[in-house]
């Protein structure tokens, strides 16, 4: 019986706790999904999850980053709006070819995201009013392109955005592909490169990492680069999803996508936690935004009370580890 | 070097003096703005009075800028402890609800001219609107002197559940007012000036004294500056943190009282958005150091009249008003990057 309860309360310590937390969670809420709706456990519903929640993965990961090397990113949302615009700009009225177009929206966004990354670095600012003011410059410089929603016709996004791939009898689109292709290579980043263990460091203590001989400024900036490269791959996989470019796409991901990583179990005053909880986040919001579609009589706001709710439950849980550990 | 200070006499030093004062940098701005204005638009420093009210577009800017005001006094304060609300937004939508669902108005024929009767007295209903926001700034305040939430997170809570609660409240739908006197706090005139200016004015008049005349301003002043240091010298770190979240909510839902009174209806999608970004913005431009403990209520004043003098000057000049993000960004770029000490050492290190 001690013996459990030691057992018991090891696990509660164990760093990976809350993030265990998230995933028994996800089980709860699927199996829940499942008795009470019809059709709600079946393989295409959650592939699903995955093509409608492709764009907020990829933001979660590069915010996941951020948030781990102690920072924060409420550029996303904006910058992914700004990588649909120019997509969509560059298509329909420059007539580039798809793939310039590609590679010039991803170069932008994480110049884009650098950018803020040395004027943080630099000038010692506030990643929170930073990144605010860029998240301002790229919501004002869509509107600079166009008012209007930009349609997107060209071949190839139009394919991506069609093309249906096989998957044991249901389908999956190519952006969740590319999406879960981006996880796969951010945890490897995370936990197996030097660069991760520099955000990891940083996160955990700034002054540390620099006595340590970790280049601390490079670090940040790369950094943000990198969540200003999620935002527009992102960003593209939003103009598959949507064949537009518009400056009022995706309003509030940035706050979704800090719910998504704080919920997987990454602890914001940094240096703690894992990417692939990003995840887990995700598909808990996707989940919740399913449940209430499928029940039909709820209405949308109920997606924001609960994850405002779901937030809240998760930092206190974080509080209380803390607490605990010291 | 003594030589030019004999020669320049009191003269330079007034200007010294005067350049060295905090308020002079975000005056500067205002008064460059105005310039702009002055040489640009025809007739724009022109007052007259019509019907009795006083009209041009100083009056239109400083009217519009009330909300602002109101959200940017609130923020001051919690900015001055180290912390920030990103929740005012959500606030004013929830405020603006409540008391757009409880007065809403019902026709009633009154000899014969159909008249509209508030649904709940106007005095209790803008009471139980300012409640909500109270309770709302509580609940910002528990998290972060409580459980010691970081501020921008437990207010982010409230942010994205706030509107959500709002949209529940009127059914996803708008809720329009017909109750005339409803209006006067948005709308009205006294003495021929915007009735909205007479409450920022006393909301700024009361938060003065308070700061002036009873140790809150110190306090204040020392939790920004050390918080451990503040609570070890025995000031009650906890409840004077949790007052400024109250007081910033209170400010945001008054401002939410004054935006559905204007608009004579509530949004609970839209009103106050992004608001508390502006209300950061009008704060940081005043001259309040967003690392805590300095902070200027008067500044953060003349922080939201620049902002509004912005737009609408953009307005104004023909310039499409998408341009006013651009602009409104470069311009916390340049003013964050000009408060940082590493620029001021770039800057002595060049004049040396």
């Given at each position: 019986m001690s013996a459990r309860l030691h057992h018991a309360r090891r696990l509660s310590k164990a760093p990976s706790f809350t993030s265990m937390v998230t995933v028994v969670l996800l089980g709860a809420m699927l199996l829940v999904g499942g008795a009470l709706y019809e059709g709600f456990l079946s393989l295409q519903v959650m592939l699903n999850l995955l093509i409608d929640n492709a764009f907020l993965l990829v933001i979660a990961i590069g915010m996941g980053f951020v948030i781990l090397s102690g920072g924060i990113d409420l550029s996303v949302g904006a910058v992914l709006a700004l990588s649909t615009m120019i997509a969509a700009w560059l298509l329909?009225?420059?007539?580039?070819?798809p793939l310039a177009v590609i590679a010039i929206v991803l170069l932008l966004g994480a110049a884009f995201g650098g950018g803020m990354g040395a004027i943080i670095h630099y000038f010692r600012l506030q990643p929170f009013i930073v990144t605010l003011a860029g998240m301002f410059l790229a919501r004002g410089l869509c509107y600079l392109i166009s008012i209007e929603s930009i349609t997107i016709e060209d071949p190839l996004f139009v394919a991506m955005s069609q093309t249906q791939i096989e998957f044991f009898g249901a389908f999956i689109s190519p952006g969740a592909l590319i999406a879960l292709g981006m996880l796969a290579f951010a945890i490897w980043l995370a936990h197996y490169s030097g660069f991760g263990r520099a955000v990891y460091a940083v996160g955990g203590n700034e002054q540390s990492a620099a006595m340590m001989g970790l280049s601390v400024g490079r670090t940040k900036m790369a950094v943000y680069a990198f969540s200003g490269f999620c935002a527009s791959l992102a960003g593209l996989l939003f103009a598959f999803y949507m064949l537009s470019g518009y400056g009022l796409h995706a309003q509030g991901t940035e706050l979704d996508a800090i719910a998504a990583v704080v919920i997987g179990g990454t602890l914001l005053t940094g240096g703690y936690g894992y990417i692939a909880g990003a995840l887990s986040g995700v598909l808990v919001l996707g989940t919740i935004q399913t449940l209430i579609a499928f029940d039909g009589t709820l209405s949308s706001w109920w997606t924001r009370i609960v994850i405002g709710g779901l937030l809240f439950v998760f930092c206190v849980v974080q509080r209380v580890m803390s607490f605990k550990s010291k | 070097m003594t030589v030019a200070k004999l020669t320049a006499g009191a003269n330079a030093s007034f200007i010294t003096k005067a350049v060295s004062h905090h308020l002079f940098r975000p005056l500067a701005a205002l008064g460059v703005l105005l310039l702009i204005d002055f040489l640009l638009i025809p007739g724009f420093f022109r007052l007259e009075i019509k019907d009795g009210h006083l009209y041009g577009a100083l009056v239109d800017i400083v009217n519009r800028a009330a909300p602002l005001m109101l959200a940017a006094i609130g923020m001051t304060l919690v900015i001055a402890t180290r912390g920030i609300d990103i929740s005012v937004g959500a606030v004013v939508a929830l405020s603006g609800t409540v008391a757009s669902m409880l007065i809403g108005g019902t026709m009633v024929i009154q000899d014969g001219v159909p008249v509209y009767v508030a649904e709940t007295p106007m005095l209790i209903a803008m009471a139980a609107a300012l409640g909500a926001a109270l309770l709302c700034g509580l609940w910002n305040g528990a998290l972060v002197a409580g459980l010691g939430l970081q501020p921008i997170v437990a207010t982010l809570i409230l942010m994205v559940a706030g509107r959500g609660l709002a949209q529940l409240l009127t059914d996803g739908q708008i809720v329009t007012v017909?109750?005339?006197?409803?209006f006067f706090l948005g709308s009205g005139y006294l003495f021929g000036l915007p009735f909205a200016l007479f409450v920022v004015a006393a909301v700024f008049g009361v938060t003065a004294l308070l700061l002036r005349h009873t140790a809150l301003g110190l306090f204040i002043q020392a939790v920004g500056i050390n918080p451990v240091a503040a609570r070890l010298a025995g000031i009650r770190t906890a409840a004077l943190i949790v007052f400024v979240y109250v007081f910033a909510a209170a400010c945001a839902g008054m401002a939410g009282l004054m935006i559905s009174s204007n608009v004579k209806s509530a949004d609970?999608?839209?009103?106050?958005?992004?608001l508390e970004l502006d209300a950061i913005l009008a704060v940081t431009l005043g001259g309040?150091?967003?690392?805590?403990?300095k902070f200027s209520l008067a500044g953060s004043i003349i922080g939201a009249l620049i902002i509004q003098t912005l737009t609408y000057t953009i307005y104004s000049l023909g310039v499409p008003p998408e341009v006013n993000m651009v602009v409104k960004s470069v311009v916390v770029f340049l003013v964050c990057i000009s408060q940082s000490d590493q620029f001021k050492n770039l800057w002595k290190r060049r004049a040396a």
């Open positions: 329909q009225v420059a007539h580039w070819p | 017909y109750y005339q006197p409803f609970a999608n839209n009103a106050g958005l992004m309040t150091s967003l690392a805590g403990g």
